[in-house]
């Protein structure tokens, strides 16, 4: 996700600025990530996706046995193994550097629960070069094919781009398994990969403020139809008016 590090305010005028916040602390980093631990956990429980396990203190997946679907989810966010004789275990690792006690790169990282969040990474509005860079980096593939490769054992072998602090760099898996990893990485159909949240949602009253475009909900009443350019026109057509236009063409053919 990448978030704006302040807020939009209107002055009486009516006009938008952006207001910069600081740089968060360590300890409102981890405030902020126990907050949303919880919160995320207490409404997937609500939802009755997850339920908590008592003995263990952590959330297991609802319905593994009957879904296979989230038997593989679950198995892949906890690195275990999902099929195989192996199941359940815990996922191969080789850790060929020595661990790390304190690091200046996660001097700005909040974990709890298997929850993390990073605060290290901040690009200016004016540098639009990084941001761009930034948006490509969080968009990127989820697996790197370049860092993929072949064991003598006929394993799959991942090279990790970053190694953990405990010197984890590669991890291993039987091909089986590897499998049911890239399949817990499907995404469900009709859903979007890129969402938009806040003042910068498609059903914001104040997205119109802050966008170059100027589109948003409410920019039919500050501009008029007679105002639009026919590209600005039929960039904001509804399906509705698109199908319209269409059949109308079509009949009067």
Known sequence: ?????????????GKTTFQRTKAPVQHELAKLVHTISHRVA????????LERDEAYSYLQLEGMDEDPMQQ????SVSYRIAVGPQQGRKVFSLQTLPAIEEDERYAQV???AGFSLHAGVVAQGRERDKLEKLCRYISRPAVSEQRLSLTSAGDIRYQLKTPYSDGTTHVIFNPLDFIGKLA???PKPRVNLTRFHGVFAPNSKHRIH?????RG????KEIGPEDK????????MSWAQRLLRVFKASASC
């Open 1 to 13: 996700m990448l978030f704006m590090d302040g807020v939009y305010t209107k002055n009486k005028q």
């Open 229 to 236: 350019t026919p590209d600005e026109h039929r960039a904001a």
């Open 217 to 220: 909900k409410g920019r039919q």
């Open 72 to 75: 593989l989810i679950g198995c």
């Open 42 to 49: 207490g409404f997937l429980e609500r939802q009755g996706v």
């Open 210 to 214: 802050i966008t170059p475009a100027r």
């Open 184 to 186: 817990s990485l499907v």
């Open 110 to 112: 909040a974990k709890e």
